[in-house]
């Protein structure tokens, strides 16, 4: 193991060291040299590409947003007062323009425009001055005299939140429709009053200004730290998460993502289990290589990356591939955090410059925040010409219109903002311009597409050119302008005429455009159009735009559905999607009358019986009631309907009109799903004629325990005293193997009772047969207590009270009485004092110097310590705590230690427990993953979502961190440094940097169990790879990618056959086609793709189908050593299939 | 130098000061409102209130007319804000908005508190009003358990201006209903309203807004006039640059104090991490004391030379 960051720095640590306190030694060990040449030569930059300082220090300090003006200068927002303004201290913040007048690269001209800012996290210049972000608002100033300082200042709009201010009003940045985009993150909570109307977002998203009408909008919701945002050549947005980790956004208009404030459902990004970005840029024009040009860049702030992802179209949106970086580094104050084309040509990267990048983690105050430095660097295509920076301001308008057709987005970008600066005196000239372009010209159409858009920057509505372009021959010309529809919709003669062949176009992304302008025209005609899009092939961008459109037009298409004056077009399945989509209890009526039509059939009809069963009123529920009677219903429907109306009733308080004793024939009923379901819904309705038989199915020995387990929920709901008395007969029952169920079900009931039963039950219980009872008695008020009584003197296992620890400790309110009396009666030694003062200075030294990142690897892949079951790398693990692919980018070796041994101590935004007691007595603990009106969504520590209705809600509060604490009491020192050594090298550039290649991480290897002797004596391993029954289990990729062949278990096979072992990892597809999977070469490997015996080899070349495909592999074990399993997805050539690794848990 | 958008020329100043005095009315007019000594006020309301703490006016007026007394101001505005307190909420339900907005007045122990609401509740049109007329009960009922004064503020007129803003005809005609309801529930409660909505120059020469809605500096200049006729204050000399500029940058150190950056971290689910920080916020309590102690040796009336500035600014 080398350690380069060491050689690196040795020579400004050994300077800094003289220099300081014996105190501050641990911590300048993370401080670097501040010389940008010793910075700039860190720096690993893609081939064929150089780096050169354009400006740094002192005439720039914590720049924090850039951006271009036409002229060419940068305008950049910097803040040295950040994160918070002392009491006393002046807010100077400063907006600076730097100019390179000489066009050698370098800025040569400095001047501060504005000043006396209070945090400044965007500048856009614009409107003849700029537009600045300023805390709780955006301002506009204006230099009227020239000399580049700022003479006005005009407050634009107020009312900004600044809960959090790493979170505040930023990236600003003009769309081609001439609005001004602006940016905020989750913490922000904006109240902004415009002449339309007062306009709120509490919580992260993107905004849409036109500043001349004081229009503002919503443009998305969500995002954690919505850091980045471009628009590309074709109008279409995208965004990057500086804390989520999904890398590429793809903008659909009006959704919500991830953290989104009042979302009922959320779109995901398009590299799911990506580190975390800041800023966006397409990179364009003639200066860069081809094979760059309509790239992404951004930049991975925590890893010190500047990173490339490349898009193609898939369906109605797209999908993002990650390419070796543009820049990286171990330098650990490099800090790219804006990314811009440049009038040249060039790539500029704005650098913040701090080795300390946490906002709420480290302390405002540690001195080791930087508040002095920053650099702008500039990236060059070596041995290419730049781009001659072109002329803009001073052009002819028609030189200025043919600037319009330049390659570079830069200069089409700027010239029209120099055209609306100019006003409406350029429309004449425009026109003539639209005329004269040759229809010859290959580019003709997106010409005319930069045309439109000029239009709509100069807010001039222009309906035969727009017709045009909606008829387009490209597709993307068709769907940016079907965006412009919805800007001049009050100013079109008939919107709905130009949308109507639009949502049946031949393309998705048209389709979706089309059907989201829809719900900008609250017309009964908009929905009926817009559903018609559901006639063609739907994929889940597209599906997820009907969907929000129809919940966006509800008020208007339901009532109008309710009068009978909808027009589905004879296709109910549109109505049951727009039903569904809208959830809302009046839409049963109208389900019903669907379903009496029967013109509803297979999947819409089983989804239109569910939705009715959640939502509908007695007689809707009658008649559910009705099908789930009838024997002529398949079984799982019964089964759905069931459990659906019983839910029902535990939500709403509804009960189906008929005769519910009817219930009690189903407890007779073939398919146990059935029985235990029936079984539910008697004790639900508190159906006394069917209780004996309740009874019954509960005490059968020979029942199946499905159905049991079923009678026993039953049991619990009817709570009298005989099925109470049954209950507590099972619950003592050594031996049953409903015993457990019994006891937990008995806990709503009896909680002293049930504890005293419980003590006996954990006496002789394993681990995995007692998670139920310590989930349950954490899960009610005062349940940890009394099991914590009855277990006093009793004796459990000490895997038992290991787990039991760890329940407690991830309830959001650990018990310290349940604590002590585990430790004893599991006989466990006492937790590990807290690491203190020296020692902890000690541990924290030895993390560097004697710390083995692959042997922390080894201990944190442990299953005893459980770390992945939480927290995902790379997105392959549990989805409970942050990813922790670029943690040791971001964290501080002391930040590490301390979240691992005291969870509480700082937890990561967006990951505070929710704690929420409800009327019935339980206790909820989970991470908040939504919540809407009616219901409130956690996420527990077991990975699982929870849902709690709002109306049950008796006390929701913010708790701490879910992770135990303690989990680390097991390891010895050693390998408690070799996990905080692993963990702070993931991100940083090196072997533990989560590699671009598109690799399996989620595996899942089959679990050993003696009967599969038989079935693979039988079937063979056919018949093991795809049967469903078989247990397997999680396990994941190393962040190398490769899946230990240690960590696949090895199986019991008949005594004579070779040892082998099972994996299989999944992969999803979502345009079909031939799909490439490399693998390595292993004698004796044996491959299936879904049911199919493939041929392995080093690549595999394969058709496949829209959808998920399991990958199985057996890979022998013993007699030819292999390292284990590795499957990477390439693109097969000429393809257009786009496939994406299943990640998640 | 920085100086503000659209500043009128003083000409305008000198015609609508003698507009206003001209317009005043002949009948009874109440008694001229007063601050006693030791009044601690406060200003409540959206965007208007909370803008006018870094503009001055109205309370640089109120502080030279009542200049030999010691009077303390907090302005509590909050854009976006409601009769509900909506603006005020942050991470918890709406409901908690309020509850902020009682606590932050509550603690300051008002004996006068201006009250400007309406604006932004009456884009819910007739459909709203009862509803609104409730809301602004409950928070009189809140506000009157202080035992403070209470002065009733009304919106502003939104001014015409040219399109592409919007015309204002039709939110105006629904604010005049909202006006409407803040003037009877004040009559009715006993409250002194100063009528911004029927009392501003309905026809300016000149533009009071920069977006129909918001006033620039001259506005609040202008807003502050009114106020001082409407109270009874007659014509009160117009402060000196100095003192507003000080009330300014009293008011930003209060706004540091009251509404700190960073409240997730200093107080809120965040505070086990930088709670330790929430220690600096009340230091900024001296300093704003010591601001108004530089307003106390500002505010004794000095005769103003702006009467010369002015005129050298319009020419």
Known sequence: MTFPRRSLFVAGLALALSASSARAQRELKDIPNTDPEIERKSFQVADGFEVNLFAADPILAKPIQMNFDAKGRLWVASSEVYPQIEPGQKANDKVVILEDVDGDGKADKTSVFAQGLLIPTGVEPGDGGAYVANSTELLHFKDTDGDGKADTRRVVLSGFGTEDTHHILHTLRWGGDGQLYMNQSIYIHSHIETPHGVRRLGGGGIWQFRPETMELDVFMRGLVNTWGHHVDRWGQSFATDGAGGEGINYVLPGAYYFTAPDAVRILQGLNPGSPKHCGLEVMSGRHLPESWRGS?????????????????????????????????????????????????????????????????????????????????????????????????????????????????????????????????????????????????????????????????????????????????????????????????????????????????????????????????????????????????????????????????????????????????????????????????????????????????????????????????????????????????????????????????????????????????????????????????????????????????????????????????????????????????????????????????????????????????????????????????????????????????????????????????????????????????????????????????????????????????????????????????????????????????????????????????????????????????????????????????????????????????????????????????????????????????????????????????????????????????????????????????????????????????????????????????????????????????????????????????????????????????????????????????????????????????? | MIRHDRRPGAAFWAGLLWLALAACPAIAAPPAFELKDGDRVVLLGGTFIEREQSYGHVEALLTSRFSNRNVTYRNLGWSGDTVWGEARSRFGPPAEGFDHLKQHVEALKPTVIFVNYGLNESFAGKAGLPEFENGLNVLLNVLDKTGAKIVLITPRRLETLPPPLPNPAKANERLADYVKVLQSTAAKRGYRVVDLFNDFPADPKYLLTDNGLHLTEPGYREAAKVIANSLGLGVIPEESNKLRATIVAKNQLYFYRWRPQNETYLFGFRKHEQGNNAREIPLFDPLVAAKEAEIAKLRVPTIPAHETNRKEEGR
């Not at chain 1, 290991?802 to 650990?814: D, E, I, M």
């Not at chain 1, 349940?818 to 807290?834: D, H, I, N, Q, R």
Request: net charge neutral.
């Open chain 1, 296 to 1145: 992404l860049i951004t930049n991975d702030f925590r890893g010190h990356r500047v990173c490339r992802f490349v898009l193609s179209d898939d369906g109605a949106a797209f999908s993002s591939r990650e390419q070796p970086e543009l820049i990286k580094t171990t330098h650990g104050a490099f800090r790219p955090i804006d990314v811009k084309m440049g009038p040249d040509g060039a790539i500029y990267i704005a650098d913040w410059y701090n080795p300390i990048i946490q906002h709420g983690e480290v302390d405002f105050r540690d001195p080791r925040r930087d508040h002095t430095h920053g650099r702008i660097w500039r990236v060059t295509a070596k041995g290419r010409p730049l781009v001659a920076r072109p002329g803009l301001v001073d052009a002819t308008t028609p030189a200025l219109l043919d600037a319009l057709k330049a390659p570079e987005d830069w200069t089409r970008h700027f010239a029209k903002r120099v055209i609306k600066e100019r006003g409406s005196s350029v429309l004449p000239d425009l026109a003539a311009w639209v005329k004269a372009i040759d229809p010859a010209d290959p580019e003709a159409e997106h010409h005319r597409l930069e045309a439109l858009w000029t239009y709509q920057t100069l807010d001039t509505p222009e309906p035969d050119l727009l017709a045009k372009l909606l008829t387009s021959a490209d597709p993307r010309v068709r769907a940016a302008a079907v965006r412009v529809v919805q800007h001049w919709k009050d100013r079109l003669s008939n919107p709905l005429a130009l949308l109507a062949p639009r949502v049946i176009d031949d393309h998705p992304r048209v389709r979706l455009e089309a059907v989201r302008v829809l719900g900008h025209i609250p017309e009964v005609a908009s929905a009926e159009l817009a559903f018609q899009a559901l006639d063609r092939p739907v994929d889940k961008f597209l599906d997820y735009a009907i969907w929000l459109t129809a919940r966006d037009l509800q008020s208007v298409w339901l009532p109008a559905l309710q009068a009978g004056k909808f027009d589905d077009g004879g296709k109910p399945d549109r109505l049951v999607f727009a039903l569904s989509a809208v959830g809302s209890p009046a839409v049963a009526k109208p389900l019903v009358e669907a379903l009496r039509s029967g013109t509803l059939a297979g999947e819409a009809q089983a989804r239109a019986l569910v939705l009715i069963a959640s939502l509908g009123g007695p007689d809707e529920l009658g008649m559910a009631l009705e099908l789930a009677l009838s024997d002529k219903s398949p079984a799982a429907q019964r089964a759905t309907l069931l459990d659906t109306l019983a839910q029902a009733y535990r939500q709403r308080k509804v009960t189906p009109k008929g005769d519910l004793a009817r219930l009690a024939a189903l407890l007779d009923a073939k398919d146990d799903a059935v029985k235990a379901a029936a079984a539910r819904a008697i004790g639900a309705w508190r159906v006394a004629a069917a209780q004996p038989r309740v009874q019954a199915l509960a005490q059968a020995k020979d029942a199946a325990i499905s159905a049991r387990l079923g009678a026993i929920d039953g049991l619990a709901a009817l709570n009298d005293p005989a099925s109470r008395a049954i209950l507590e007969e099972i619950g003592a029952s050594k031996g049953s193997p409903v015993r457990g169920p019994a006891i937990v079900a008995l806990s709503a009931i009896n909680l002293d009772q049930s504890a005293e039963l419980a003590a006996s039950y954990l006496a002789n219980a394993d681990a995995d047969a007692s998670v139920a009872i310590f989930e349950a008695f954490a899960g009610r008020k005062g349940g940890q207590m009394s099991l914590a009584r009855e277990l006093a003197g009793k004796t459990v296992a000490a895997d038992v009270a290991k787990l039991g620890l760890r329940l407690n400790g991830t309830s959001g309110r650990p018990e310290p009485k349940l604590v002590e009396a585990l430790t004893k009666a599991g006989k466990l030694a006492e937790a590990t004092k807290p690491l203190m003062g020296a020692d902890r200075e000690k541990l924290l030294a030895d993390v560097s110097l004697v710390g083995d990142p692959a042997r922390g690897e080894a201990v944190f892949r442990r299953d005893a310590l459980q770390c992945l079951k939480c927290h995902a790398i790379a997105g392959a693990g549990g989805q409970v705590g942050p990813g922790l692919e670029s943690l040791g980018g971001s964290a501080q070796v002391d930040y590490i230690l301390d979240s691992l041994l005291e969870p509480a101590k700082a937890v990561k935004e967006n990951y505070h427990a929710t704690v929420v007691a409800t009327s019935d007595g339980k206790v909820v603990t989970g991470l908040k993953v939504r919540q809407t009106d009616t219901n409130l969504v956690l996420r527990d520590a077991e990975d699982r979502e929870v849902t709690i209705p709002v109306a049950s809600i008796e006390e929701q509060k913010i708790g701490g961190s879910l992770m135990p604490a303690g989990l680390t009491d097991q390891l010895t020192r050693s390998e408690l440094v070799d996990l905080v050594r692993f963990l702070s090298e993931l991100g940083k550039v090196g072997p533990y940097s989560v590699s671009k290649a598109p690799v399996a991480r989620r595996w899942q290897v089959l679990v050993p169990r003696n009967e599969l002797i038989k079935h693979l004596h039988i079937s063979g391993y056919d018949f093991v790879a795809n049967h469903p029954e078989f247990p397997w289990k999680p396990a994941y990729a190393k962040v190398s990618g490769l899946l230990p062949a240690d960590d696949v278990p090895t199986l019991p096979v008949p005594h004579d056959n070779p040892k082998v072992s099972m994996a299989r990892c999944q992969v999803e597809v979502s345009t079909p086609g031939k799909v490439r999977f490399k693998l390595p070469t292993i004698a004796g490997l044996k491959l299936w793709i879904d049911a199919i015996r493939v041929e392995p080899a080093g690549t595999v070349d394969i058709d496949l189908k829209p959808g998920v495909h399991t990958i199985t592999f057996l890979l022998p074990k013993g007699g030819q050593p292999s390292d284990g399993l590795r499957l990477e997805l390439q693109d097969a050539p000429g393809s257009t299939a786009r496939a994406q690794m299943t990640l998640g848990k």
